[in-house]
């Protein structure tokens, strides 16, 4: 375990090969154990049930990239997830990132921490480079700081931050509150009681049941296409701000009885830089 801290803040960071997240849907670098913040637990476990094999056995902010080649790939073949390797397609079934694939070459990991940062570089031979650093930048604040490039081949897609923040395990309900700097728009999955967009955010009439989920997968500005990379989700007082550099090609949205996460989705190509900040206020 990894930990970065300053008189304040707190992250603990599992390393891409310890076993905790043995997963092929996200991005197997940075995957937080907890961060706290003046000792309050702003990220951990939010699942029931741990599995290292499981598609969601993680905590914090959470990435994955889409699939390269899968749909290219014949049953048997190989396709790539950054973050993770070369993983084996099976058959002729769609893709799922639910589903738990091969994984037929890990890539090779390079890991190097100082007290208030850490650098992850995963290579995979032949296919890419990428680099994602964490850095602790005040009392209140964190970025994610990444670069990728291809090696013979334009290696592109989308990535997208799934912020499993948890606010000490509190319950999803009308104290968590999801704000954008507009107004936003979108179609919910089916007819919803228990969650309404607003004209400045998201907001929960109930405390979601234990089991019970609502998803939105088209978050976008009122009357535009896309968002601006900007975020607060609160707890009560606490809360965090999420600011990326980079457009938003896609949002959604998504909660369940724990957790209520926007993951914007943003572009990479080769030569691509793109930093998330974070930070973290009480009002």
């Not at 996200?26 to 598609?55: E, L, T």
């Not at 994602?132 to 090696?151: M, N």
């Amino acid at each position: 375990m990894i930990r970065l801290a300053n008189k304040s803040l707190e992250l603990l960071l599992h390393e891409p090969q310890d076993g905790y997240y043995r997963g092929t849907r996200f991005d197997r670098s940075g995957i937080a154990g907890g961060i706290s913040w003046h000792g309050i637990q702003m990220a951990g476990s939010w699942f029931s049930r741990y599995d290292p094999f499981a598609h969601d056995a993680v905590c914090g902010p959470a990435e994955e990239f889409c699939p390269i080649g899968f749909e290219q790939a014949s049953p048997g073949d190989a396709f790539i997830k950054i973050g993770v390797g070369l993983l084996r397609r099976p058959d002729s079934e769609p893709y799922d990132r639910f589903r738990l694939y091969e994984l037929v070459d890990p890539g090779h990991w390079e890991v190097e921490a100082s007290p208030e940062t850490v650098v992850f570089v995963h290579r995979l031979e032949n296919n890419y480079l990428y680099c994602k650093e964490i850095v602790l930048c005040g009392p209140d604040c964190f970025q994610i700081r990444h670069s990728f490039d291809s090696a013979g081949s334009a290696l592109s897609g989308l990535v997208y931050n799934h912020n499993f923040w948890t606010f000490g395990r509190m319950e999803t309900g009308p104290s968590r509150r999801v704000d954008f700097p507009f107004e936003p728009d979108g179609h919910w999955r089916q007819e919803y009681d228990s969650v309404a967009l607003t004209p400045s955010g998201i907001r929960f009439s109930r405390i979601l049941g234990e089991g019970e989920s609502v998803y939105m997968g088209d978050i976008h500005r009122k009357g535009e296409e896309g968002m601006p990379y900007c975020i607060s989700l609160s707890e009560g007082s606490l809360g965090v701000e999420i600011k990326g550099d980079v457009p938003v090609l896609h949002t959604v949205f998504w909660a369940n009885h724990r957790v209520a996460c926007p993951e914007p989705y943003n572009a990479f190509y080769p030569g691509c830089c793109w930093t998330i900040t974070y930070r973290i206020y009480e009002k």
